[in-house]
């Protein structure tokens, strides 16, 4: 099967971004990026609340490292989402001084910066949005805009995994705060039984006390939004495998 340069290419920085953070994600953009032109930093941005906040950046000099949040006019705001978002069909844009970001840029850079903003992800009211920035004026020329327009799609594609990713890790997180509740009184009355000489429960049998209370909680609900699996964090073949495997009763609901 024959594959095109360009997918190649795609498919090479979707590899390689995969599994990364938002800080590795910008430093390892920034070397790319350093080899094509000139970069004093590289920073990903998202707008909320009448905010610019950083998310992560890679500066080549201290002085290069931009603030974490820059709070800017709510009309000149929402010029900028409106002027990135839907101007030129969600495209990418060089630095003019008469656009919405020169207020933003005089406020991130100390001295004069010339950047090319290349627009990841806008959801409701935010948007996500890479800065490649240089020193000085006018440092990018179009040459440049089109290498950026060319891997940007492998972008979308790598911060989209990145947030799908950290959205599961919430919820892991979220099912392990519940899971510590929901087991909190019965570890309580086990290690009750175990000092009255009963012995320490074996790893099954608190895996089906587990399982159990929370199958009550969710009065036999095992997959969907507030369903057992999401709550244990377990995928929904895997709690059901458990299930057969002890065979515990699952109550109707």
Known sequence: ???????ILHSMIVATLNHVTYPEFVERLAMFFRN??????????????YRI??????????????PDTVDIDPEVLDRCIHESAYGDDFDIHLQHEDDAFAEFYAKVHTQPASSIRIPLLYYKD???????????????????????????????????????????????????????????DDEDRSEGAASGGEGFLTLDEYTIRYIQKVLRHTRGRVAGKNGAAVILGMHVSTLWSKIRKFHIPVPRE
């Open 126 to 184: 935010r948007m996500l949005y890479l800065s490649v920035s240089a020193y000085g004026r006018d440092r990018y020329t179009e040459d440049h805009v089109e290498l950026c327009r060319l891997i940007r799609p492998a972008l979308i594609l790598a911060v989209s995994n990145m947030d799908e990713r950290q959205r599961v890790d919430l919820r892991n997180t979220e099912a392990l705060k519940k899971l510590k509740r929901y087991t909190e």
């Open 53 to 66: 906040v950083k998310i992560a950046e890679y500066a080549f000099t201290s002085t290069a490292a931009g």
């Open 1 to 7: 099967m024959k594959h095109s340069t360009e997918d």
């Open 36 to 49: 094509y032109m000139p970069v004093t930093s590289v920073g990903a941005y998202v707008f909320f609340d």
